[in-house]
């Protein structure tokens, strides 16, 4: 019987927020719809894997380090959608992301990188994501930081500065030498200090409405220029894990947080100031350890072309850009100890997606050891014309969506009837039947050719209306549209 709910040691895991609780495999599967169309094996078996991270969660700390994710292999030709699903689940999931090549990769970085650097990408992207998701935590305290000194700067250059209550430049250390604290100000009327202060207070006021974004202002900001440290070893030109700003401390060399001025304009200025204030506001330790969790615990490493490492065979002696990666990937995926910047990480509960298209190989030629290691395997199909028909008008990223949107920056309204789509992806489907199946690629393919006399003019033909039907279609692509012979050439 598993532990009550509230002795559970990762029920109170700030990590497991409430949008996780409401992923269910059929809401997953949902959202996946509105960018992915078919697919629905492939859409069910993330949907599970992603959720039962989520349940993994909630056991108790003891019983979860015995659940170990269900790795997928997802098969399928190019274009289908495979790098898709997996992009989306880790946006949905809120979860660190790497999506990676497997052909870049050699046994211990023979020619290529070393496997491993995977896993120091997936804890970079962690760090990243934290660390953004903490800056909107304190995103009004660092504009109003930021806010405040962009006001104290300019009270400077104006020379509307209160030292006397403390405010403007004395707050953000702008202090003009040679000038007494206070001295000017009291010697001043009152009538003089009173119209300084309502000056002050229009300038507080046009800061806050955004109407000096396109003033030029001289701030004082942080020089990020630091000194990087890049080792040439087998892994190739690769950090492996040194931080230059540790080893200066470690010498004695702890790094000064230089400043400069720089004239920038105040929209400008506004942007870098807010960056450093947040980050004087986030706690970097806590950042490391939520986001070494989240890439232990919730982390998604996405291999693609895992086909391309199948060893072709009959070769003399060890195959280091193939089999050899498999080994080296085997240890990564079973788990083991990385060492990264900030120290070391299990790959034990990472989930791992792989994705190759098996044209030449089949996936039991992988070694048996890896297959092992990727229990469920989903084959995806190749995409209909009605699929096409669907990719082109339903999804929200549709690719005749975003021609429409470009357009209307011309002032051209562009619009696609259900006829022309139909033939657009009659062309693309048949295209890719007697070229090469690159599977939706194909449709920017044929868009681009249909539309690319009408985005170099579109510029010059605003206020017009722009029809895509089937005739304009025929009309713009000519008799290679139909032509099976000439598609190649034409495409």
């Not at 722009?466 to 099976?484: H, P, R, S, W």
Request: proline share 4%; glycine share 6%.
């Amino acid at each position: 019987m598993l532990p009550a709910p509230e002795t559970r040691a990762n029920a109170a895991d700030p990590t497991v927020t409430d949008f996780a609780k409401d992923l269910t495999p059929r809401e997953i599967t949902r959202r996946l719809d509105e960018y992915i169309v078919g697919q629905t094996k492939a859409k069910r078996a993330v949907a599970v894997a992603l959720r039962n991270r989520w349940r993994r969660r909630q056991l108790d700390a003891e019983f979860a380090a015995d659940v170990y994710p269900k790795n997928i292999l997802l098969i399928g030709p190019t274009g289908v959608g495979k790098t898709e699903i997996a992009r989306r689940l880790a946006t949905l999931a809120r979860a660190p992301f790497v999506k990676v090549e497997a052909t870049k990769y050699s046994e211990t970085g023979y020619h290529g990188r070393d496997v491993e650097s995977m896993v120091r990408d997936l804890v970079d992207a962690a760090v990243q994501l934290v660390r953004a998701e903490k800056v909107k935590e304190v995103e009004q305290r660092a504009s109003e930081a930021a806010e405040n000194r962009l006001f104290a700067a300019l009270c400077v250059e104006m020379g509307l500065e209160d030292y006397q209550h403390g405010r403007g430049g004395m707050d953000s250390a702008y202090w003009r030498p040679g000038r007494a604290l206070g001295a000017a100000d009291d010697a001043a009327p009152p009538e003089e200090l009173a119209e300084k202060e309502q000056a002050r207070e229009r300038l507080r006021a046009d800061l806050r409405e955004r109407r000096l974004e396109s003033r030029l202002l001289e701030v004082e900001v942080r020089d990020t220029k630091t000194p990087t440290l890049s080792v040439m070893g087998p892994q190739g030109n690769d950090t492996m894990g040194i931080d230059a700003a540790a080893l200066q401390e470690m010498w004695g060399r702890a790094p000064v947080n230089r400043t400069k001025v720089r004239k920038l304009r105040i929209g400008e200025a506004r942007a870098i100031l807010h960056d450093e204030e947040a980050e004087k506001l986030l706690d970097q330790d806590a950042i490391v350890q939520e986001a070494l969790d989240r890439a232990q615990n919730d982390g998604i490493l996405f291999v693609d072309e895992i086909d391309k490492i199948v060893s072709a065979g009959g070769g003399d002696g060890p195959d280091v850009s193939r089999e050899g990666v498999q080994r080296d990937l085997l240890s990564v995926v079973e788990g083991c100890a990385v060492y990264t910047r900030y120290g070391h990480v299990r790959t034990d509960h990472m989930l791992f997606l792989a994705a190759g298209a098996f044209h030449f190989h089949k996936p039991s030629e992988l070694i048996p050891e890896l297959q092992g290691r990727f229990p469920v395997r989903v084959a995806l199909r190749s995409l209909t014309e009605e699929d096409f028909v669907r990719i082109l008008s339903e999804p929200k990223n549709a690719l005749t969506r975003q021609y429409v949107a470009l357009f209307r920056t011309e002032g051209v309204e562009l619009t696609f009837t259900e006829d022309g789509m139909k033939r657009l992806a009659g062309l693309a489907f048949r295209a890719n039947k007697t070229t090469q199946d690159i599977g939706a690629r194909r449709l920017m393919t044929i868009l681009e050719k249909c539309l690319e006399e009408l985005s170099f003019e579109a510029s010059e033909r605003t206020g017009e209306k722009v029809v895509v039907d089937k005739a304009l279609v025929d009309q713009l692509l000519g008799e290679t549209g139909d032509d099976e012979d000439l598609i190649p050439y034409r495409m």
